[in-house]
């Protein structure tokens, strides 16, 4: 899987932004603070900042990660909010700073709403840097008829206990039509 360049992102982070001021059932975006983020509220590991949002100027609370050895951020969104019928992309939205150190990859897992689980690793370390960049964590679609379980399930895991991870801010997660809606 490709990650999504800072443009790109930006018009996904857009269309998913619009789509809930719009109360549209079109997209979703969930910010850093909607996520689960282990260690999240230590102070040791992580900081909560304000940064300035490039699609409406807008403050918009971040993650910067301080340091951990286990780097674990889940995410969850009913997907009954979405338009049935049409098939999604969801990515992890966030920028890695010059200090980025990562040792291996991550692994990307999503469930869908159909319990159909997808996975795949990505190396941080080749991703651009100081720039939105969207690290697409896999499809899913939403069936005309429902599902029994209407959550979709994200998650990244870089958790090799022996390396401190650095160098990365969590903006949030987008979740938009890989057609357009």
């Keep these: 899987m490709a990650q999504v360049q800072r443009d790109?992102?930006?018009?996904?982070?857009?269309?998913?932004?619009?789509?809930?001021?719009?109360?549209?059932?079109?997209?979703?975006?969930?910010?850093?603070?909607?996520?689960?983020?282990?260690?999240?509220?230590?102070?040791r590991y992580w900081k909560w900042v304000s940064?300035?949002?490039?699609?409406?100027?807008?403050?918009?609370?971040?993650a910067e990660l301080i340091k951990v050895c286990c780097l674990q951020i889940d995410g969850k969104y009913n997907a009954s909010n979405l338009t049935k019928g049409v098939k999604y992309g969801v990515y992890f939205v966030m920028e890695l700073?010059?200090?980025?150190?990562?040792?291996?990859?991550?692994?990307l897992k999503l469930t869908s709403p159909n319990?159909?689980?997808?996975?795949?690793?990505?190396?941080l370390q080749t991703k651009p840097r100081n720039t939105w960049v969207g690290l697409k964590v896999g499809e899913f679609d939403i069936p005309a008829?429902?599902?029994?379980?209407?959550t979709v399930k994200f998650s990244m895991n870089g958790c090799d206990e022996t390396t401190w991870k650095?160098?990365?801010?969590?903006?949030?997660?987008?979740?938009?039509?890989?057609?357009?809606?």
Aim: contains cysteine.
């Design 8 to 43: 790109n992102i930006v018009s996904l982070w857009t269309q998913g932004f619009q789509a809930v001021k719009d109360k549209s059932s079109c997209a979703a975006v969930l910010t850093a603070k909607e996520l689960s983020i282990v260690w999240g509220s230590d102070c």
């Design 51 to 62: 940064k300035t949002s490039p699609i409406n100027c807008e403050a918009l609370d971040v």
């Design 97 to 107: 700073s010059d200090n980025l150190c990562m040792n291996g990859p991550v692994t």
């Design 115 to 123: 319990g159909s689980t997808v996975e795949h690793k990505e190396d």
């Design 145 to 150: 008829c429902g599902c029994s379980d209407n």
């Design 166 to 181: 650095t160098g990365l801010t969590v903006i949030g997660a987008a979740i938009v039509p890989v057609n357009i809606c």
